[in-house]
Nanobody
C-alpha cells in the first residue's frame, strides 16, 4: 500500500513564504512524476507544479516565478517552496505521485495525498 503524507500547510500573510513537503511510503518499484495540485471548494483541481524523476519541472502559469518544486529520489519526497504568496493561492494543496508498483508494471498509477490547507490573508 502506497501512502503520500503532506506537511507544511498553514496560515500566512500575503507576501510571506511557506514550504510544503510530501513523503511517499510503502512498497513500490519506481516513482515517475511527482507534483502538487490545489483545489478551492467548487472549483476543479488545478496543476501547481510537477517534476519528473530526472528533475524536469513545470509550473502552472499563476505560480511561475514564485514557486519552486524539488524532489529527493533517495528519500521519495517532493517539496514545494512557495514565495510571495497571494490571497488567491489559498486552497487545499494535494501531493501527487505516479507510481509503478512492480518492474513488470508498464503504466504508473496515480496516488494522492490527503491534502494540506494553505491560507493566505491579505
Amino acid at each position: 500500500q502506497v501512502q503520500l503524507v503532506e506537511s507544511g500547510g498553514g496560515l500566512v500573510q500575503a507576501g510571506e513564504s511557506l514550504r510544503l513537503s510530501c513523503a511517499a511510503s510503502g512498497s513500490f518499484f519506481f516513482i515517475s512524476t511527482m507534483g502538487w495540485y490545489r483545489q478551492v471548494p467548487g472549483n476543479q483541481r488545478e496543476l501547481v507544479a510537477t517534476i519528473t524523476s530526472t528533475g524536469a519541472a513545470s509550473y502552472g502559469d499563476s505560480v511561475k516565478g514564485r514557486f519552486t518544486i524539488s524532489r529527493d529520489n533517495a528519500k521519495n519526497t517532493v517539496s514545494l517552496e512557495m514565495n510571495n504568496l497571494k490571497p488567491e493561492d489559498t486552497a487545499v494543496y494535494f501531493c501527487h505521485a505516479g507510481i509503478r508498483g512492480r518492474p513488470s508494471t508498464v503504466r504508473a498509477v496515480d496516488h494522492w495525498g490527503q491534502g494540506t490547507q494553505v491560507t493566505v490573508s491579505s
